[in-house]
C-alpha cells in the first residue's frame, strides 16, 4: 500500500548553532527506515512523469520501487544505468525544479523526496558494495575529454562502458571540478566525490592532473592522438559588477574563495593557502555560489555576513533548501539592495556603499527588473566584499584553437543534443557552452555527447 502521508520524511540536520562553526556535512541522510517509509509514497505512475524533467532520464519509478521493498543495490543498479555521479546528484542537483517539481504527489502534497532517496542509496552502495566493477572489452577507440568536472566526468564514464580508452586532461592537481573547487565540504564531501571518481577509474578511465589544454598540451596535439575530443572544461572565470573599489585589498570572486576554502581547505588550522578570516562579510549575489560562499564566510569565523541581492526573495535563483540554511545559520539577507561602490582606507576594505531597489516590469529573463530609489543610499560595514555573480569559459581553449566558433560572452558553440563544434571530431557540453548551470544539466550533455561521439567513431 502507498504511503499517502502529504509530507516527506524530514531530513535530519546538523543544529544550526553548531553546524555555522563546523564544515561537516549539513544534511545527515536518511535512516534505511526513513527510505522505506519514503520510496512508499510513490504511486509508480504510469507515464512517469518525474523522469522527463531529470536531465539525464534515470528510471525514477523503477529505483524507488525497489527502495520501497528494501532492495537497495537493484535500487542503485538502476540508477547508475543513466548516471555516473548520484551520491553527488542526490546532494546537489535543484530536484524541487526537475524530477520532484513533475512529481504527481506534488500537486496537493509534497512530493516524493527523489533527491533524498537517489543520495541514500548511492551512500548505501558506496558503504555496502565492495566489488569491483566490471571492466569493458576495450573497442581499439580513444577518446580525450578535457575538464573532469560533472560534464566531463559523465562522458567519460559513458564512453567507457562502450569499451573506449579515455583519458581526462585536468588543470587542477585534484580531479572533480567544481564539484572540489566549488561546492562546499559541508554540503557535498570531498570524499563523496572521491569515491565517485575512483569508480570510475575501475572501468578504465584515466585522469592526468596538472594539465592545462591550450598551454601544456594543445587541441591540435589531442586531435592527432585521439579519435574524438570533449570539451567539458566549465566556467570557471569569474565576473565582476566594475564599480570603483573592486580592486580593494579584501574583495574577492566567490570562484577564488571558494577555492581556496574547498580545494586548498583553507579553514584548517595548519592550512599554507592564505585567506581573510574578516569579521563583516558582504556577498554580492543570489545563487547557489552566493549562499556557498556566505556560510563558508561565517565559517571561517565572521561575526556577519550579509547576502546583497537586487531582486527580492521570490527571484532569489538558489535553491530554496540553501536559503533556508543560511537564514537559518544567521546570515543576513539585504534584499532589493545593489551595490554602488566598495569604500576602503589605506587599500583595504571599509564597506559597500548600496541604493535600495524595487521592481519594475520584467525584463528579457521574465524576472521583474529592479529599479533604483531616489535618495536610497546607504553603507554596508564590511571588511570583505564577495563578488557572486556568475563567471564565464576561460578563453584559453577559445585562443589556442583555430576553427573553433565561440559566442561572443565566451562559450564555444555546440550543437544542442550532439555536442558537435565547427571542428570535426570536436564535441563540447555543460558551462563550456551554456555559462554556469546545474551539475545535473552538465552532466546530461556529457551523456548525450557521448552517444554522438559514439556513433560519430562508429560511422568514421
Not at 592564505?274 to 558582504?282: C, R, T
Not at 537564514?327 to 571599509?350: A, D, H, R, S
Not at 550533455?445 to 556513433?455: P, R
Request: aromatic share 6%; hydrophobic share 40%.
Amino acid at each position: 500500500m502507498p504511503n499517502m502521508s502529504p509530507n516527506k520524511n524530514a531530513m535530519p540536520v546538523q543544529d544550526a548553532h553548531e553546524r555555522a562553526g563546523n564544515f561537516d556535512e549539513v544534511a545527515l541522510g536518511y535512516s534505511a527506515e526513513a527510505a522505506i517509509d519514503e520510496a512508499a509514497r510513490c504511486l509508480n505512475c504510469k507515464n512517469k512523469p518525474c523522469v522527463s524533467g531529470c536531465p539525464v532520464h534515470i528510471d525514477i519509478p523503477a529505483f524507488i520501487a525497489e527502495t520501497a521493498k528494501g532492495n537497495f543495490e537493484a535500487g542503485y543498479d538502476i540508477i547508475a544505468k543513466s548516471s555516473s555521479l548520484p551520491a553527488i546528484c542526490g546532494r546537489v542537483c535543484p530536484q524541487e525544479n526537475q524530477c520532484e517539481k513533475m512529481c504527481v504527489r506534488g500537486i496537493k502534497t509534497e512530493p516524493v523526496g527523489i533527491g533524498r532517496l537517489e543520495r541514500f542509496v548511492a551512500d548505501w552502495h558506496l558503504q555496502n558494495n565492495k566489488d569491483m566493477p566490471a571492466k569493458v572489452q576495450p573497442n581499439g577507440h580513444k577518446v580525450a575529454v578535457v575538464g573532469s568536472g560533472p560534464a566531463g566526468l559523465a562522458c567519460a564514464g559513458d564512453l567507457a562502458k562502450k569499451g573506449y580508452a579515455v583519458t581526462i586532461y585536468e588543470a587542477l592537481h585534484t580531479p572533480g571540478g567544481v564539484l572540489v573547487y566549488g561546492i562546499p565540504e559541508f554540503r557535498l564531501p570531498k570524499e563523496i566525490v572521491a569515491k565517485e571518481i575512483k569508480t570510475l577509474k575501475e572501468i578504465g578511465v584515466e585522469i592526468a592532473v596538472n594539465t592545462v589544454v591550450g598551454r601544456t598540451i594543445t587541441m591540435d596535439e589531442l586531435s592527432a592522438e585521439y579519435d574524438a575530443i570533449f570539451i567539458g572544461s566549465g566556467a570557471g572565470l569569474p565576473k565582476f559588477m566594475n564599480i570603483p573599489g573592486e580592486n580593494l585589498n579584501g574583495v574577492y570572486s566567490a570562484n577564488e574563495f571558494l577555492t581556496r576554502v574547498n580545494l586548498m581547505k583553507a579553514y584548517k588550522e595548519n592550512a599554507h593557502t592564505p585567506i581573510m578570516h574578516a569579521e563583516k562579510v558582504a556577498v554580492v549575489g543570489g545563487g547557489n555560489v552566493a549562499m556557498d560562499a556566505a556560510r563558508c564566510a561565517l565559517r571561517l569565523g565572521a561575526q556577519k555576513v550579509y547576502i546583497v541581492y537586487r531582486r527580492s526573495l521570490d527571484e532569489l535563483p538558489a535553491r530554496k533548501e540553501e536559503v533556508e540554511h543560511a537564514m537559518e545559520e544567521g546570515i543576513e539577507f539585504k534584499l532589493l539592495t545593489n551595490p554602488v561602490e566598495i569604500q576602503g582606507e589605506n587599500g583595504f576594505v571599509t564597506g559597500i556603499r548600496c541604493v535600495e531597489m524595487e521592481l519594475g516590469e520584467p525584463d528579457a529573463s521574465g524576472r521583474r527588473k529592479p529599479v533604483e530609489k531616489e535618495n536610497s543610499a546607504f553603507t554596508l560595514d564590511c571588511d570583505c566584499v564577495i563578488m557572486a555573480i556568475g563567471t564565464s569559459p576561460n578563453p584559453l581553449i577559445k585562443s589556442t584553437t583555430a576553427g573553433l566558433e565561440t559566442e561572443k560572452w565566451g562559450g564555444i558553440v555546440a550543437e544542442p543534443i550532439t555536442g558537435q563544434t565547427s571542428r570535426t571530431g570536436i564535441f563540447a557540453g555543460g558551462d563550456a557552452v551554456t555559462g554556469a548551470a546545474t551539475v545535473i544539466l552538465a552532466m546530461g550533455a556529457g551523456k548525450n555527447a557521448a552517444e554522438a561521439i559514439d556513433k560519430y567513431i562508429q560511422e568514421k
